[in-house]
C-alpha cells in the first residue's frame, strides 16, 4: 500500500471512530470482535482497509492518482526539458550558460521554492487537490499536518522524477549522439573569468574527480563567435565539457531532491505510524480488535454476591462558591489510561476538585523507571467502556514501581444510568484480579 492510500486510509479510519463514539461501546466490542477473530493473518493497514469496507457506510475517498504515475510524469517533464535543450541548435555548439541556466539554476530554484511552500502553506495546490478527493465531512474536521506532509512527499517524488529524466537523457545523447558545448557573450569576459566560475562551481567533485573541472586551456578554446566558422581541432575539444556538466546535474540537480525526498518520506511515515498509535479514536478501535473483555457477557451478579472490590468511597464539599475534596486519599499526579480525546480528557479532569485537577498529569507511556514507594497516583480510566487486560498491564507495572494506585473510571457525560450501573459492576468485577496495591474509587 503506497504511502498516498495509507494517508487517505487513515483519514478515514479517523473519521469513522470518531463517528463509532455515538454508539455503545460494548455493542461495538462485540462486533468487532468478533469480525476480528474471523479474519485471516495481515498486517495492520490492510485489516483497516478490510474493516472500513465491512463497517463504513461512507465513501471512503474518490480515485487516488498512483505515486509511480506521478514520478513518471516528473520523468517525462525532465525529458521533455533536456531534449529540447540538446536539440535546440543541433548543428552547432551548445551554449553552455542556456544549459546551466535551464537545466541546472532553475531546477534548483524550483526545488528551494518547493521546500518553502512545502513548510508554510497549508493549502498548497498539492493539498487542494489532496482535499478534493476526501468526503466533505471529513473536509471539515481534516488532518492538516499529516495531508501537508503527504502533499510535500508527493511533490518531492515528482521533481525526483524530474531529475532523473534529466540525468539519463542528457547520458544517452552522450552515448548516442556527438554532442559539442561552448559559450560566447557579447559582453567582455576574460577566459579567466568564465575559468573562476567554473571552478567555484566544481568546488564539489574536484578532489574526487579531477577531469570533470575544466582546465584554462579548455574554456578559451571553447569560446566561440556567431560568425566564426569552428576548426576541426577546437571542434574535438568542445565535447570534453560533458563531464563538468554531468556532475552540475548530479550535484546540484538529482543529489539535493534524493536528500529531500527521504526525508519528505521519513516525516510522513513517522506521521502515520503516530496517528496509528496514538490517535486516541483509532487506539480504541484497536484495542476493541485485539484485546476480550475483562467481565464476562454472562448476566451480571446480585450485588450481594458481587467479589470484594478494595473501593474506597471519596466525596466533594460543597460551599456557596468553591467545591473540595472531602475524604480523598494523598495523590501525586494523574496517570490517564490509554489514549483520552482532548475534549473528554479536559471535561473529565473538570469534575474532580481543584486540588485534585491541578496535580501533573502523565500518560501511560510516559511513567517514570522508579518511583518513591510513598507516591500515590490516580488512575484515570475510560468509564464508558468495560476494563481491558491493557489496563490491568498497566497497573500491573504501576505495582512493580511500588506505588498506591487508585482507579477512577470517569463517566462519559449523557450516557444512561443502566449503562453506568453496568460498567460499574464490571469494574468492582475487574479491581480484586488487580495487585493489592490498587484500590477503586467510590465518587
Not at 506521478?70 to 552547432?92: A, D, N, R, Y
Not at 577546437?234 to 543529489?255: D, H, K, P, S
Not at 494523598?330 to 473538570?350: E, F, H, K, M, Y
Request: hydrophobic fraction near 45%.
Amino acid at each position: 500500500m503506497n504511502k498516498l492510500r495509507k494517508t487517505f486510509l487513515l483519514l478515514s479510519l479517523q473519521e469513522q471512530c470518531r463517528a463509532d463514539r455515538q454508539a455503545d461501546w460494548l455493542s461495538l466490542h462485540q462486533r468487532d470482535r468478533e469480525w476480528f477473530l474471523e479474519q485471516p493473518p495481515q498486517n495492520r493497514w490492510n485489516l483497516a482497509h478490510h474493516w472500513l469496507q465491512a463497517f463504513s457506510e461512507q465513501h471512503h475517498w474518490r480515485m487516488l492518482p498512483s505515486p509511480l504515475l506521478m514520478s513518471f510524469i516528473g520523468v517525462l517533464l525532465g525529458v521533455g526539458l533536456m531534449s529540447g535543450l540538446l536539440e535546440f541548435q543541433s548543428h552547432q555548439r551548445i551554449n553552455i550558460w542556456w544549459w546551466l541556466l535551464l537545466g541546472v539554476w532553475l531546477p534548483v530554484l524550483w526545488w528551494l521554492l518547493g521546500l518553502l511552500l512545502g513548510r508554510t502553506a497549508e493549502n498548497s495546490i498539492w493539498a487542494k487537490s489532496l482535499i478534493s478527493r476526501l468526503s466533505p465531512h471529513t473536509r471539515r474536521d481534516v488532518n492538516t499536518p499529516l495531508l501537508r506532509l503527504t502533499a510535500q512527499a508527493m511533490s518531492q517524488q515528482v521533481s525526483l522524477g524530474f531529475a532523473f529524466g534529466l540525468a539519463v537523457t542528457f547520458f544517452l545523447y552522450l552515448v548516442l549522439s556527438d554532442l559539442a558545448f561552448g559559450w560566447s557573450s557579447t559582453l567582455d569576459i576574460t577566459s579567466e573569468a568564465v575559468h573562476q566560475i567554473v571552478q567555484v562551481l566544481s568546488k564539489p567533485w574536484s578532489i574526487l574527480w579531477p577531469g570533470a573541472v575544466p582546465s584554462l586551456e579548455l574554456v578559451e578554446q571553447s569560446r566561440f563567435f556567431r560568425t566564426e566558422n569552428t576548426p576541426s581541432a577546437i571542434a574535438e575539444t568542445a565535447g570534453q565539457w560533458w563531464r563538468f556538466l554531468l556532475m552540475n546535474l548530479l550535484c546540484y540537480v538529482v543529489a539535493p531532491r534524493i536528500v529531500s525526498f527521504a526525508w519528505a518520506e521519513w516525516q510522513l511515515s513517522r506521521a502515520q505510524e503516530r496517528l496509528f498509535t496514538q490517535d486516541a479514536c483509532i487506539d480504541g478501535w484497536w484495542q476493541r480488535l485485539h484485546f476480550e473483555e475483562v467481565r464476562q457477557h454472562a448476566s451480571p451478579a446480585p450485588r450481594n454476591q458481587l467479589p470484594p472490590a478494595r473501593e474506597i468511597p471519596v466525596s466533594f464539599e460543597h460551599t456557596p462558591n468553591t467545591r473540595t475534596a472531602a475524604h480523598w486519599p494523598r495523590l501525586d499526579g494523574i496517570v490517564c489510561a490509554g489514549q483520552w480525546p482532548s475534549d473528554t480528557l479536559d471535561s473529565s479532569v473538570d469534575i474532580l476538585p481543584p486540588g485534585i485537577r491541578s496535580l501533573p498529569r502523565l500518560a501511560s507511556d510516559q511513567l517514570p523507571e522508579r518511583a518513591s514507594p510513598v507516591q500515590a497516583f490516580l488512575l484515570l480510566c475510560k468509564g464508558w467502556e468495560p476494563p481491558t487486560g491493557s489496563t490491568a498491564d498497566l497497573c500491573q507495572k504501576m505495582h512493580e514501581l511500588q506505588v498506591k494506585l487508585y482507579l477512577w473510571p470517569a463517566p462519559l457525560p449523557g450516557m444512561r444510568t443502566e449503562r453506568v450501573s453496568q460498567l460499574r459492576e464490571s469494574w468492582q468485577l475487574f479491581v480484586p484480579q488487580l495487585p493489592p496495591s490498587c484500590h477503586l474509587l467510590d465518587v
